[in-house]
């Protein structure tokens, strides 16, 4: 009986369709844009895989890497920059970054128009788009005006997460030794007037390297070399740990490192692949790019233990993980899975010689290579994406290895300029902070430990 | 009464274990320790070399009958020799006195069981 039901429905839906699209095509000639459930759904889980990055993958990534003694303090800093930054970014980092400002300014900042989310509306779909896009039937400048597929809330959620993990990324370089009052304000402060700008030059439609086109498909320039650049003035003027080149201070739990790299590639998926804003061929060829590099810079870094010291380590295999994921952040969206081969095989390359060889003869402490992996990481993926871009993965856009030398120099910039503001804006906040509540932990602090000295916990118990 | 400390290899450890058992020895004491000494190891660290001085051993404390004293401090040697440099020490000190908490027994009979030892 049931069957039959069903065949009869069939029909009659097949006999009605004519008749439905006929009444389609005369109602209107453009139907209203509509949120897409698809690129939706992905975008939602993007955004989580995202925040997944800094806690708890980064966290215990970097908690790994320090002392008994400090790995809670690293955890909170990643927790607190979480907590702060989200409420920063609706409260007016959005804005900033993703807004427009009107006059001279709108090449460098966003406004305020959207403070506290002001005037987006539940039902509004998002204003930026990379590969799906729809009509909104309103024209502008005489040619039809385009809007996103996704919810404006969800493009804004999906950005959160990025200005979440770009300050946490810093902790690698002044982790052991930083108070903890002086590490908050210098973070909120950090995210409000370096990475809302830098955001808003890559990112927004009004921002000056957006409009030189500059290629940062998911965060070379505004993340990676920007928090880079900060973690090496940091690490520089917050000066050594007591014990740094006195002894050995080897990771406290190398298994934390493990599941925290593990944790970064796996939520790095969403940062690239979510990069497009669409669930679409983008988003697979971005995945598929990024997990390309990361293998290659993985097994690269491996290699390089195995032949220079000896034995192939596991910090190590994680440590080239992590920067072929950086390398290929800005350019997962432009390249090829040779072009992805060739970005994971030179980043380990160059992150490896910085961190075994040029970070000791310079005598800084940066404590976990936020600057060697994630500075010098950054500016080799976004040079290269200025040579290996190629017009089979977005017909518009071709590095100078496609005929292109042009996007080369216009990379060059956006690196260029990134590292000074970043530079310079780091080293005013450090003395402001520095001058205000202090940021450098006391020798006594330091030689008891972060964990007790800043919150009275300390991670490995002896009570039973 | 005797107390017998030793500083074994790690790895040597199943071994002592077994060579105690078969001497009779059914309990003991162990816990891992640190020490500083002349042997150092390597240890590599994002391509940066770190030398280290300190060496995980395994202390055992064992406290015997005068009468046990020789095959029980055989019995660890033997089984803990490789014959490299770090095979460790072995310390023997006095007891002065030694109780069973769960019956008040003192000296030397705190440290077996009667009715096993009479089988």
């Known amino acids: 009986m049931k069957k039959k039901y069903i065949v009869i429905i069939a029909l009659l839906t097949l006999i009605s369709l004519p008749a439905m699209a006929q009444g389609a095509t005369t109602a209107a000639a453009i139907p209203a844009p509509t949120v897409n459930p698809g690129d939706t759904a992905w975008m939602i889980v993007a955004t989580a895989l995202v925040m997944l990055m800094t806690i708890p993958g980064l966290a215990l990534f970097y908690g790994g890497l320090v002392r008994r003694k400090n790995v809670l303090n690293v955890l909170m800093q990643c927790f607190m920059i979480t907590a702060i930054v989200s409420i920063e970014w609706v409260a007016c980092g959005y804005s900033l970054a993703f807004g427009s400002s009107s006059g001279s300014l709108a090449p460098y900042i966003g406004g305020f128009h959207w403070a506290f989310l002001h005037g987006i509306h539940i039902g509004d779909l998002s204003p930026y788009f990379i590969s799906h896009s729809q009509p909104t039937g309103k024209m502008v400048d005489g040619v039809p005006q385009l809007i996103g597929t996704i919810p404006h809330l969800v493009f804004m959620l999906f950005q959160m997460m990025f200005a979440v993990i770009t300050p946490a990324l810093i902790v690698g370089a002044f982790a052991e030794r930083i108070k903890f009052k002086g590490f908050v304000i210098f973070s909120l402060l950090w995210a409000l007037v370096v990475y809302n700008p830098v955001a808003h030059w890559v990112w927004s439609a009004d921002g000056w390297l957006y409009k030189l086109g500059a290629l940062d498909f998911a965060g070379g320039t505004v993340v990676h070399i920007n928090a880079g650049i900060a973690a090496l003035v940091m690490a520089l003027m917050l000066g050594k740990r007591r014990d740094y080149q006195r002894h050995a201070i080897p990771p406290h739990n190398i298994p934390f490192v493990a599941i925290g790299a593990a944790l970064l590639w796996f939520g790095w998926f969403g940062f690239n692949a979510g990069s497009g804003l669409a669930a679409d061929g983008l988003a697979g060829s971005a995945f598929l790019a990024t997990h390309i590099a990361t293998a290659a810079a993985a097994f690269t870094w491996a290699m390089l233990d195995w032949i220079i010291g000896k034995k192939p380590t596991i910090v190590g295999i994680a440590t080239g993980a992590v920067a072929g994921l950086v390398a290929i952040t800005p350019a997962s969206g432009f390249v090829d899975v040779t072009g992805a081969l060739i970005i994971g095989v030179v980043v380990s390359l160059v992150c490896f010689v910085m961190v075994a060889y040029v970070k000791p003869k310079l005598g800084y402490d940066d404590t976990l290579d936020a600057f060697g992996v994630h500075g010098i990481g950054g500016i080799i993926g976004a040079l290269f994406t200025g040579l290996l871009a190629t017009p089979a993965i977005q017909a518009a856009y071709s590095g100078a290895f496609y005929g292109n030398p042009h996007q080369f120099l216009i990379q060059l910039l956006a690196v260029s300029s990134t590292i000074v503001y970043s530079g310079v804006v780091t080293f005013i906040l450090f003395n402001i902070v520095d001058k205000l509540v202090g940021l450098r932990a006391t020798d006594k602090e330091e030689a008891i430990g972060m964990d007790e000295a800043m919150h009275g916990e300390t991670a490995y118990t002896t009570f039973d | ?119």
Request: glycine share 8%; charged share 30%; net charge negative.
């Open chain 2, 1 to 119: 009464m005797k107390k017998i400390e030793a500083i074994i290899r790690k790895s040597k450890f199943e071994d002592v274990k077994e060579a105690l058992y078969e001497a009779g020895i059914e309990w003991f004491s162990y816990w891992d320790i640190t020490g500083l000494g002349k042997s150092t190891e390597e240890q590599v660290v994002r391509g940066q070399i770190f030398q280290s001085n300190y060496i995980q051993r395994h202390m055992l404390s064992i406290v015997v009958r005068d009468q046990n004293l020789e095959k029980t401090v055989n019995a660890i040697m033997n089984a803990a020799r490789t014959g490299e440099m770090g095979d460790g020490k072995i310390f023997v000190s006095d007891v002065e006195a030694t109780y069973r908490i769960r019956t008040g027994e003192t000296g030397p009979e705190a440290l077996y069981n009667k009715e096993n030892e009479e089988k």
